[in-house]
């Protein structure tokens, strides 16, 4: 197996793939009001879609997209066992090549996915989707210190443009949005449905080889980090309304 193939052996059955909750999908809808009765939602990097299937339990009519088929699958599945599934369409697509027409959605929805394009393009790109007042949700990794320590400032290397609170706010207005909330999430968010499955995930890998004991390894990072340094970064969910 290479190091991909581990990567998503190892995250495979997560029940979701970053940081969030049900709780904190409802939380981040509930500042989005006020939102048509059935509001069109299009969930971006939807991956297991927990998020969409929470939207689409609370009225919405969800565009769920990924580029990860057996993800797609996934939320096919969780849709029809929710018998939620004339709620959520599934389509496989790029979120930078997004093919939908302008101005067709209420809500745009985007957990912990919009960092792999960069959130400056996404903002910009993805605004065009939004009928005029229409509110963009999404969540991204912030500093929320001023001086972050060495080993925290080392794993986060891998994502330069990661900036504070502030900076992501005004990021957003100067991309033509006012900003409805800033919501950081809470440490559960971390803990309960992410870094603790992937532990058990990790801990439960039968005989791992050297290249498989590798990947694992960084993962255990991620979860390590954020035990020793979770006070210096957090996950902060913005509430944007196209102007
Ligand atoms: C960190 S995961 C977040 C998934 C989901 N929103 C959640 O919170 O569980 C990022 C997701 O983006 C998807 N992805 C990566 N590149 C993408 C792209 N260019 N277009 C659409 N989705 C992409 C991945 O397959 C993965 O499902």
Do not use: K, N
């Not at 190091?3 to 709780?23: K, N, Q, Y």
């Not at 994502?159 to 950081?184: K, N």
């Not at 058990?200 to 890998?205: H, L, P, Q, R, V």
């Not at 020793?228 to 944007?240: I, K, P, R, S, T």
């Amino acid at each position: 197996m290479d190091a991909t193939e581990v990567f998503w052996t190892l995250h495979r059955d997560l029940p979701r793939e970053g940081v969030g909750s049900d709780a904190t999908t409802r939380t981040l809808l509930d500042l989005a009001r006020p939102l048509p009765a059935a509001p069109r939602v299009l969930d971006i990097g939807c991956g297991p879609g927990r998020a969409s299937l929470v939207l689409a339990a609370a009225g919405a009519r969800v565009t769920a997209v990924d580029l990860h088929e057996p993800f797609l699958h996934r939320v096919r599945r969780a849709a029809t066992d929710a018998g939620l599934c004339d709620r959520v369409a599934v389509e496989r697509a790029s979120m930078t090549a997004l093919p939908h027409a302008d101005a067709v959605f209420d809500l745009l929805w985007c957990e912990g996915a919009a960092y792999l394009m960069g959130v400056d393009a996404a903002l910009r790109d993805w605004r065009r989707l939004l009928r005029p007042g229409g509110v963009l949700v999404l969540t991204d990794a912030v500093w929320t210190t001023a001086s972050p320590s060495d080993e925290a400032r080392g794993f986060w290397a891998a994502y330069p443009a990661m900036r504070d609170e502030a900076a992501t706010v005004t990021a957003a207005r100067a991309a033509g949005y006012d900003v409805l909330a800033a919501h950081l999430l809470p440490d559960s968010d971390w803990v309960d449905e992410y870094h603790r499955p992937l532990e058990a995930a990790i801990d439960g890998w039968p005989d791992p080889d050297a290249a498989t004991a590798a990947v694992l390894a960084e993962a255990r990072t991620e979860i390590d980090v954020r035990r020793a340094h979770g006070d210096e970064f957090g996950y902060l969910g913005v509430v944007l309304r196209r102007r």
